[in-house]
């Protein structure tokens, strides 16, 4: 029934246990896939340079360990697990990736 499950985290408490639900029901349904999301905002250019890298670098590192833990939430699961950062509108980016 639940062959693909997309799971979009944030950080916050309540997407890690979101996280641990998806892995239950990863686990009940023996579920093919899992893909974890994390989309963090654009950083606005007009930051200029070095600041804009330092910004953007800083995202993305805050957003990596975001989705470390919400692999950790997850643990072992039978479906093959995919993880991708998305830079942009969380809502866009979950829709696109749902596509």
Same mark, same amino acid.
């Given at each position: ?41 654009? %950083?606005?250019?007009? =930051?200029? /340079?070095? +600041?804009?890298?330092? &910004? @953007? ?23 093959? %697990?995919?993880?991708? =950062?998305? /830079?942009? +509108?969380?809502?866009? &980016? @979950? ?5």
């Amino acid at each position: 029934m639940f062959e693909y499950i997309l799971l979009a985290v944030d950080g916050s408490e309540h997407s890690y246990h979101a996280a641990r639900m998806a892995a239950d029901l990863a686990r009940a349904m023996k579920s093919e896939r899992l893909r974890i999301v994390v989309s963090y905002d654009r %950083i606005p250019p007009y =930051l200029g /340079e070095p +600041n804009l890298q330092h &910004a @953007i670098d800083a995202r993305v590192l805050e957003s990596q360990d975001i989705l470390q833990k919400a692999v950790e939430a997850v643990g072992d699961v039978p479906a093959e %697990i995919h993880t991708e =950062l998305i /830079e942009g +509108n969380a809502a866009e &980016a @979950i829709i696109e990736v749902a596509k």
